[in-house]
Antibody
Framework: QVQLVESGGGVVQPGGSLRLSCAAS????????MHWVRQAPGKGLEWVAF????????YYADSVKGRFTISRDNSKNTLYLQMNSLRAEDTAVYYC??????????WGQGTLVTVSS | DIQMTQSPSTLSASVGDRVTITCRAS??????LAWYQQKPGKAPKLLIY???SLESGVPSRFSGSGSGTEFTLTISSLQPDDFATYYC??????????FGPGTKVDIK
């Protein structure tokens, strides 16, 4: 069955960087687009970024554009989110999700990113 | 950007009740709307996609309807496992995916 396992979260100072990973299994990773979605503590869901199956197109929420980069390595069945210039408001659980025609379908369990001095 | 609203923000109901949640988009999104269920500490789970298509494995007591700017999620007979927070999400385009603020369904 589909499995998505996020890693790389932790505590980082404002202005710092972090790279999240999402290891995929149970489906043909190279055939599907992938999303990152985040959820601040006690808050709702916020879509962050999307990458097409072959990496040819990437889209970002305005709140992270220019600071975050989504990428993938289809040979390793892994999705990434490089996060730079982190702010306190980026504190959240970050989920990766398999795409279903622009709709986040299967989700991982999430990894917590805390931006704090 | 397309904005999403949901009503009510909180809903108190009893087991067996019929429950309806409304989601509105700031502009037409055709039928590009999904509904998710989220329980505390867990990832969201897709229930409905394309406004009214039931995701595989989701109980038939869940149904979705609507198009354009107004949508509803209905639970025909609320079960103990259904107490959770429900989010709508528009996916009209890959560069503008937006979730609603959520509706918490709790026990009356």
């Amino acid at each position: 069955q589909v499995q998505l396992v996020e890693s790389g979260g932790g505590v980082v100072q404002p202005g710092g960087s972090l790279r999240l990973s999402c290891a995929a299994s149970g489906f043909t990773f190279s055939s599907y687009g992938m999303h990152w979605v985040r959820q601040a503590p006690g808050k709702g869901l916020e879509w962050v970024a999307f990458i097409r199956y072959d990496g040819s197109n990437k889209y970002y929420a305005d709140s992270v554009k220019g600071r975050f980069t989504i990428s993938r390595d289809n040979s390793k069945n892994t999705l990434y989110l490089q996060m730079n210039s982190l702010r306190a408001e980026d504190t959240a659980v970050y989920y990766c999700a398999k795409d279903k025609i622009r709709c986040p379908h299967y989700w991982g369990q999430g990894t917590l990113v805390t931006v704090s001095s | 950007d397309i904005q999403m609203t949901q009503s009510p923000s909180t809903l108190s109901a009893s087991v067996g009740d019929r429950v309806t949640i409304t989601c509105r988009a700031s502009q037409s999104i055709s039928s590009w709307l999904a509904w998710y269920q989220q329980k505390p500490g867990k990832a969201p789970k897709l229930l409905i996609y394309k406004a009214s298509s039931l995701e595989s494995g989701v109980p038939s007591r869940f149904s979705g309807s609507g198009s354009g700017t107004e949508f509803t999620l209905t639970i025909s007979s609320l079960q103990p496992d259904d107490f959770a927070t429900y989010y709508c999400q528009q996916y009209n385009s890959y560069w503008d995916l937006t979730f609603g603020p959520g509706t918490k369904v709790d026990i009356k």
